[in-house]
C-alpha cells in the first residue's frame, strides 16, 4: 500500500498553466506505475496520463497530448502533471493512482487513490 497527496490545484483562466504535485508515501515508489485521472462534474473519471515505474514509459490521453506532461521524481517520492494552455473543458477534480501493472489508461488497473486536487479553468 501506498498514500497519496495531491496538490497544486486552484483556479486559472483559459490558456495558464498549473503543476500538479502527487506525494507518496513508504518506500515502494520506486515500484509503482503513477497515473493522472480526472472526473468532470456529472462525467465519469477519465484517464490524463500514466508514467511507468522507472519512468522510461509515458502515456498521455489523446485530448491532452502536447499540453500536459506526466513526470516523475524517483528521490522525492512525486509525480506531476505539468498543464500547459488549460482549457474550461480540463475543469475537474484530478486524481494520482499508483499500481504495479504498468502505464496504464485503465482506472481499475491502479490500487491506490488520492484525496484529489480541484482544477478550475475560467473563460
Known amino acids: 500500500q501506498v498514500q497519496l497527496v495531491e496538490s497544486g490545484g486552484g483556479l486559472v483562466q483559459a490558456g495558464g498553466s498549473l503543476r500538479l504535485s502527487c506525494v507518496a508515501s513508504?518506500?515502494?515508489?520506486?515500484?509503482?506505475?503513477m497515473g493522472w485521472f480526472r472526473q468532470a462534474p456529472g462525467q465519469e473519471r477519465e484517464f490524463v496520463a500514466a508514467?511507468?515505474?522507472?519512468?522510461?514509459?509515458?502515456n498521455h490521453a489523446n485530448s491532452v497530448k502536447g499540453r500536459f506532461t506526466i513526470s516523475r521524481d524517483i528521490g522525492k517520492n512525486t509525480v506531476y502533471l505539468q498543464m500547459n494552455s488549460l482549457k474550461p473543458e480540463d475543469t475537474a477534480v484530478y486524481y494520482c493512482?499508483?499500481?504495479?501493472?504498468?502505464?496504464?489508461?485503465?482506472?481499475?488497473?491502479?490500487?491506490?487513490w488520492g484525496q484529489g486536487t480541484r482544477v478550475t479553468v475560467s473563460s
Open positions: 508514467v511507468s515505474a522507472n519512468g522510461s514509459f509515458k
Open positions: 493512482a499508483a499500481g504495479r501493472r504498468g502505464a496504464s489508461g485503465y482506472d481499475y488497473l491502479y490500487d491506490n
Open positions: 513508504g518506500r515502494t515508489f520506486s515500484t509503482y506505475a
